[in-house]
Structures are given as C-alpha cells and as structure tokens.
C-alpha cells in the first residue's frame, strides 16, 4: 500500500496539471466516501482499535490517487504497449508458478506463497498462485490475461498457432490454481464475450475449442486420480458441494443480511480484531463493506462497480469493442458483481493494487468525452477504436 500510494503521489505532482474534470470528481466522490468511514469509525472504535482499522477507512482515497495515477500513465503510454506487457508478466508469472514442482526453488518460491512448503498443511503450495501469495486471485488474474491475448487474436495481431500455445499454457496456469470461482468466472466471461462480438468468426472457433477444453477437464475431475492438489481442489466440489470456503462465505452473506436487518446499517466499524476473534477471515468483499461500513460501504463499493458498467456499456452503444478497456470492463464488471462473493479483485494487496491503476489506465480519455470527440477529429491517425493508439 505504502509504494503503491507513494508512486501514485509522485505522478499526480509531476502530471497533476494533466488532471480532468471527470477523475478529480472520482477522487472528490472517493474523498467523501472515506470522510463518512472515518465517522463510522469514531462512533464504533473500542479498546482492541488497530491502525489497520483506520487505514481501512483511506481506502477510498487511496484508490482514487492510484486510479488518478493509471489516468495519467495512459496519456504516456499506448494500450497497445499495455498489452505487451501483460501478456508478457501473465506468460512469466505461470512459468514461475511451474517451479513449485521443483524443490531446489522452494527458498525461492516460498517468498510468495501463503503458506510455506515446511508447513504441516501446504495445501496452498502445489497450486499455482504467481506471485500474488492466494490461487484464487492468480486465477482470477489469469482469466484477464486470457482475454488479453484472445483480444490480440481477434485484432490479427497474434498468429493463430501463436495463440493457441500462449493461450493453452496460460489456461495450465489458470486450471493448476485451483480456483473454482476463476473457472467460474473464466466460463462467464467467455460467455459473454461471444455474444458482444458476435460477427466474428474467430469466436465460434474459441467457442468450440473452449468447450472441447472444459468437458475435457471435466471429466479428468470425474474419471482420473491425480495427486495435484489443485485437480483434488475442484474433485472436492464434487465430494462436498456445501463444504471448506464456500459455507463460510455463504454465512458472510447470511451475517450480511442479519447485521442490516437488526438494524447496523452504518455497520459495526472496521474492528478486524473483533472481527476475527468472532469470525476468522473475510472472504467476501460485500461482507468486507456491508459488515464495516453498512450501506454507505456497499454505496461506495457499487460506486466503483457503476463506474466499470458506465464505460462498459458506453463502449458497447458506441460500437468499440476491440480494444483493451471492452475487456478489462467485461472482465472487471463479472469479477465485481459475481467473484464479489468469495475473493475480490478489489482489496488484494498482493496484486499491487493493479485493479484501480488499470481501471484509471482504461478508462482515460473513455470519461471525457467532449475533449476526445475534438481529439479524434482533429487527429484521427492516431486513435484507433475510438481510444488511444
């Protein structure tokens, strides 16, 4: 959070005069957002308060400089250099996570991981998690930079063969994480960009070889005994549907329900300490904002959320779909509103707090809409998709 939000401050004090109207209203909105947390929490603080209690209470504003900050890069940088890049760290990421297989890098790989391999319960070694520390948001992760290199595919800017190998070993990485809800999401997301950009003949191709892929891992699930731990994380499903992570987070969202009901609508305050002498981790980001915070957390949460669906659905009136911020925004909107439930793309430290920097990186020029219609006309050469080249 410290590096993230120290580099954010340095780019707005070198840029900031580069600054919009529509991004100084979401650091404005975002301001408030943390001024109502803060009250929250002067009226629920007790004896066991932590300083992570009122760090909760910037997150608002932190995200908002870092959103500011990928605002301002996206006016340095073209999304074709951006997807370079991702493809590239989603490529290098799998291949590191394939050294948890090799114990001389154990030392090595262990600096990321959730639990070490010398743990008496490494559940969490043998699945892939890159450098982000948990599966579950590795893969969540991975299903965008999936649809990254699909968005290269449809443009003809990757070759097929190239696709399908950089494709295929990119879904090893997302199926060797473990993460149900990524395959969940990876399904969904797929889903919907077909039906968005149904003119293409290439995505009734992806169709088919994605469909083909899942009845295949299907039915490794049902048939085939293997001692990867992430396979026997998804045979678990099978085993016990209601069981591990999922009850618990379906009681986040039964406790949700419980706390407005009673009458907590501004919440019970930040209190990790309570909360996890009372409940043990958070799963769900509802919960996260609902529980803290009451309706003004799940208002300033949805915010963010509208936000994605504004540019989503502006990109889709408008006929710009072949471009980086569609999916990011496709992709973004499911995580939100479906992953939202179990991890969230949102709150993970150890991603560096990417989600905010691409949202703002994505959506520059997307927001104003005045000054890139006079932008477009006067230079057309250098805007493709009615955004940045």
Known sequence: MIISLLVSCMLILVYGNRI?????????????FTLLFILILI?????????????ECLKPTIYALIFISGWLLSKRYSQDQAV???????????????????????????LYKARQSTAENPFHFFRFSG???????????????????????YRGVTAKKLFLLQYGFLLSGLILSGSRGALLIYIIVNLMTVVSIPRHRVSWVVTFFIFWGLVLFLGLLFFIDVELQAIKHFQAVLDAPSGGTF????????????????GYLLGHGPSNSEILDAHGPIESVYYFYGY????????????????????????????????????????????????????????????????FL??????????????????????????????PR
């Not at 290098?92 to 790989?109: D, G, I, K, T």
């Not at 959506?363 to 000054?371: P, R, V, Y």
């Not at 890139?372 to 805007?383: A, W």
């Open 84 to 110: 370079r890049f991702i493809l590239i760290a989603g490529v290098l990421s799998v291949l590191f996570s394939y050294l948890v297989f090799y114990p001389a890098a154990y030392p090595l790989v262990d």
């Open 292 to 355: 803290k915070f009451g309706l003004v957390g799940l208002v300033c949460y949805f915010f963010w959320v509208s936000l994605v669906a504004f540019i989503y659905f502006r990109l889709i009136i408008a006929n710009q779909k072949l471009n980086l911020t569609f999916f990011f925004c496709l992709w973004a909107l499911i995580n939100m509103v479906v992953a939202g439930v179990s991890n969230s793309i949102t709150e993970e430290y150890k991603s560096f707090y990417m989600f």
């Open 247 to 262: 009850q618990h987070r379906a009681s986040e969202l039964q406790g949700l329900i419980l706390s407005l009901s009673q």
């Open 43 to 55: 009226f629920s603080v007790d004896a066991d308060f932590l300083l992570k209690d009122f760090v």
């Open 131 to 153: 450098t982000l520390g948990y599966p579950g948001g590795f893969g969540y992760w991975l299903v965008f930079v999936m649809q990254v290199s699909l968005l290269q595919l």
């Open 358 to 387: 691409l949202l703002g990186f994505t959506s520059g020029g997307i927001l104003d809409s005045s000054s890139m219609q006079s932008k477009r006309q006067s230079n057309p050469i250098l805007y493709k998709d009615g955004i």
């Open 20 to 32: 919009s109207k529509s991004t100084f209203f979401f650091l404005l909105v975002n301001l408030v």
